[in-house]
């Protein structure tokens, strides 16, 4: 296993070998209220950022919906608001459809709830508003557009217990299914949805928690998989021993979920991750998170590629603080962080560049108040930038929300008190990604096509240095992403061929480009091309041996030596 080497402290914004780029920060003060409370956020396929919170009237005692659409740039598109002086609305849950329209869950709350799910256009036009109203208690828990149109509504709902619903209305706002899911006859009467995923056009995978199995009474919450067709009959149900908080899924298919069991012997609740497969239920791997000291909360989980992040607050009767770990789809860690302090781990998500980014808060003293901060994070475990976000208030500035932009850039979404009376406001900072490199490596002389060929790039700028090691793709494609900025050297390498150094300038944007013909023949990997490569190939002549095969046509013969004496007397870089 190996560390990630992160550096946290006060001075974390100073220590960091690799600052991030920060396009821009808002603050967004909602007018005649007494504060706007950020709840859900999403963006659409140009990097436009939504976000909705409820809004504190100035004059009334109960709070409304607002929504806010700001630019890629930074600029504040739109302001909608939606609910009524005399309830109090919520906005649950958001979902944005390919022509950048978007759904919205909203809970509205007295002596009853209602729910609503709306559809908004990008404009910020509200095409139709439908009421939900199962029972005395309905909250939105989860939004997913269909493919096909229109949105899948995972539902929460209840009276003396709780039940869930998968609810389907098209993209004219008509409700089209309703599957109901009442609260079991039992102890705890207790079913509370987690989550919901498609698996096809015909079937959707319902995560939920129950307390009891078979109306029997359990230690802790078992997580239930239950797979339903259209017209909500079971395909499939499993049960797994974790009350599940968090779930993601990676690029192979699989389905992770994090939550916690109960340890009878620490007398504690601890971290459990299962990796799933989400088509049939079964079980590919469970894991306990020994590195979370004491009562954990499984509070992110995210991936990218095949990679999976978790972080954890945790508590003991005499410290607290956080853990860290990613790992691979074997359960084997690639990096573990813990760390001693007031933090809170927030949001995780991957990144269209395939990076994971970190949202945490952290407790700062004298005065106290909280503070973001976010971590970059490469899929082999390189911690690739990390900084506190720039202040926006003196006060409090709480982490609420984590959103990918589809440029590879995120949004960092808090609650900023800022004023004499501490009124709540939307802070909201753009945060670039590290820089990207792409090109081609050309392997002169060999044959076949360098798909899955490895080739190591070593980074340098001053004394700090990054080493990151790609698989080519068709035509000796490659991209990667790199902490470091400036003037920095690049050298390329791959076994066989003689390595290539060039300089580069890396910054907060743009892709540069960057091609590669490395030169054939080192058979003996010295990076030099000389009589001992003519000794190796002239030992293995006649053979397959790939060693010596430096054309890769499958037997070492008289063009394989030619290539060796073609180059005789070059050094790689």
């Known amino acids: 296993m190996r560390a990630f080497a992160f550096v946290w402290s006060l001075a974390l914004g100073l220590l960091c070998a690799h600052a991030q780029s920060v396009a821009w920060s808002r603050l967004y003060v909602h007018p005649s209220s007494r504060g706007l409370l950020p709840q859900v956020a999403a963006t659409d396929s140009q990097g436009n950022l939504i976000v909705a919170g409820r809004y504190i009237h100035d004059t009334q005692p109960f709070n409304s919906v607002a929504i806010v659409k700001y630019s890629p740039n930074g600029d504040l598109l739109w302001v909608r608001t939606f609910g009524e002086l005399t309830e109090a609305e919520y906005a649950e849950a958001i979902a944005v459809a390919p022509d950048d329209s978007f759904y919205l869950g909203i809970t509205r709350a007295n002596n009853n709830s209602l729910a609503f799910v709306q559809r908004w256009s990008a404009g910020g036009d509200l095409l139709w508003s439908a009421t939900i109203d199962e029972s005395s208690y309905d909250v939105v828990r989860q939004l997913l557009v269909r493919s096909e149109g229109g949105v899948e509504v995972l539902h929460t709902f209840g009276s003396g217990g709780i039940g869930f619903a998968r609810l389907i209305f098209d993209a004219n706002g008509t409700r089209l299914t309703t599957n109901l899911y009442w609260q079991p006859y039992s102890y705890l009467a207790n079913r509370t949805p987690v989550g919901m995923l498609r698996l096809n056009s015909t079937t959707t995978l319902i995560i939920f928690v129950d307390g009891e199995i078979s109306e029997i009474l359990q230690g802790y919450s078992r997580t239930y998989l239950r797979a339903i067709n259209s017209t909500g009959g079971t395909v499939y149900e499993r049960i797994f021993p974790l009350r599940t908080e968090r779930f993601a899924q990676a690029s192979d298919g699989s389905l992770y979920l994090l939550g916690d069991y109960w340890d009878t012997a620490a007398q504690q609740m601890r971290l459990r991750l299962c990796r799933v497969n989400p088509t049939n239920g079964t079980l590919l791997g469970q894991w306990d998170i020994g590195a979370a000291a004491g009562d954990a909360i499984p ?216 091609d590669w013909t490395l030169i054939g023949g080192d058979a003996n990997r010295d990076n030099r091309i000389d009589d001992s490569d003519l000794l190796v190939v002239l030992f293995n002549f006649g053979t397959s041996d790939p060693q010596a095969d430096l054309n890769g046509d499958g037997v070492v013969n008289d063009a394989d030596l030619l290539l060796v004496l073609f180059n005789f007397g070059t050094i790689g870089d």
């Open 299 to 514: 509070d992110v989980l995210a991936a990218s590629d095949t990679v999976w992040l978790l972080s954890s607050g945790w508590e003991t009767a005499t410290t607290r603080g956080m853990t860290t770990v990613m790992g691979l789809p074997n359960g084997t860690a690639l990096g573990t962080q813990v760390l001693e302090g007031v933090y809170r781990p927030v949001a995780g998500v991957g990144t269209a560049s395939g990076a994971l980014v970190l949202l945490v808060g952290e407790l700062f003293a004298n005065p106290d108040r909280w503070k973001p901060a976010l971590q970059w994070l490469r899929t082999d475990g390189t911690l690739m930038a990390q900084g506190y976000l720039p202040p926006l208030s003196p006060a409090d500035e709480t982490p609420e929300l984590l959103v990918a932009s589809p440029d590879g850039a995120v949004y960092a979404i808090a609650t900023v008190n800022q004023g004499a009376q501490n009124v709540p406001a939307v802070g909201i900072w753009r945060v670039e990604p590290p820089p990207t490199v792409r090109g081609r490596v050309i392997l002169q002389g060999y044959l076949p096509d360098p798909a899955g060929k490895t080739v190591q790039f070593t980074l340098t700028r001053n004394a700090q240095t990054d080493i990151v090691t790609r698989t080519l793709g068709t035509g000796g494609t490659y991209s990667l992403q790199t902490g470091l900025t400036g003037t920095v050297q690049v050298r390329a390498y791959v076994p066989g061929w003689l390595a290539q150094r060039q300089t580069l300038t890396l910054g907060s944007s743009g892709t540069p480009n960057a």
